[in-house]
């Protein structure tokens, strides 16, 4: 069965940072793309960054500049490196990875780490 686990939400000043990490563990077999997802009450999943097995990433507009996502192959982790944070940032925030697995292959969702920023 494949998990993934984040950790590194938290509260946080406006203008502060924040590192998320997700680590995938199971029968992996490879790692495909891999992202950070969030969602607030009542609205839908968005997409804040992801990064393919490359290394190619693409960002949502409203964090373009400020947030990073970077991936370590080897470790299959995934992690979102959030700088000069906003109000408007606070979320839960969702690790996502599209896994080769053996008998288990699909995409996965971790449990989601609440990033809240304060003004």
């Known amino acids: 069965q494949v998990q993934l686990v984040e950790s590194g939400g938290g509260l946080v000043q406006a203008g502060g940072s924040l590192r998320l990490s997700c680590a995938a563990s199971?029968?992996?077999?490879?790692?495909?793309?891999m992202g950070w997802y969030r969602q607030a009450p009542g609205k839908q999943r968005e997409l804040v960054a992801r990064?393919?097995?490359?290394?190619?990433?693409n960002y949502a507009d409203s964090v373009k500049g400020r947030f990073t996502i970077s991936r370590d192959n080897a470790k299959n982790t995934v992690t979102l490196q959030m700088n000069s944070l906003k109000p408007e940032d606070t979320n839960v925030y969702y690790c996502?990875?599209?896994?080769?697995?053996?008998?288990?292959?699909?995409?996965?969702w971790g449990q989601g780490t609440q990033v809240t920023v304060s003004s």
């Open positions: 996502a990875a599209a896994v080769v697995a053996y008998g288990s292959s699909g995409d996965y």
């Open positions: 199971g029968r992996i077999f490879s790692i495909n793309t």
């Open positions: 990064i393919t097995r490359g290394g190619s990433t």
